[in-house]
């Protein structure tokens, strides 16, 4: 698999992960408390611990969420760098005129 093949997948993990309203609130405890608990996060949702593991597991796959064991306790921290690939595009993509966009300036 070429290198444009896996970042278009890490991409479509990412922008998946991000279609559902349950796992941005989840990245939005994560940004306004990081390193946060399974237990500290359900507590913050109306949802079993099942439905939370669900969605962290999206997360953790779209590697938005990263974790680390401190004994017992698993902690789940935001990781940045997928949304500012995603940010990147965008921009990239908004700066590049389309081949439409030239051939209307090109007629005007």
């Known amino acids: 698999m070429t290198e444009a093949h896996e970042e278009r997948d890490e991409l479509h993990l990412v922008f ?7 796992r941005r609130l989840l990245l ?4 306004a408390r990081d390193g946060q608990t399974l237990t500290e996060l359900e507590s ?4 079993t611990r099942f439905g939370v593991m669900k ?13 680390r064991r401190r004994g017992r306790e698993k902690l789940h921290f935001l990781n940045p760098i ?12 908004i700066s590049e005129p ?9 007629v005007s």
Do not use: Q
Not at 16 to 22: R, Y
Not at 28 to 31: A, G, N, R, S, T
Not at 55 to 65: M, Q, T, Y
């Open 16 to 22: 998946k992960a991000l279609a559902d309203p349950t």
């Open 44 to 47: 913050g949702l109306e949802m």
């Open 98 to 106: 389309t081949r439409r966009t030239k051939l209307c300036f090109a």
């Open 55 to 67: 969605h962290l597991k999206v997360l953790e796959e779209a590697n938005l969420v990263v974790t």
């Open 82 to 93: 997928p949304i500012r690939m995603v940010h990147d595009l965008s921009l990239i993509k």
């Open 28 to 31: 939005d405890l994560l940004y």
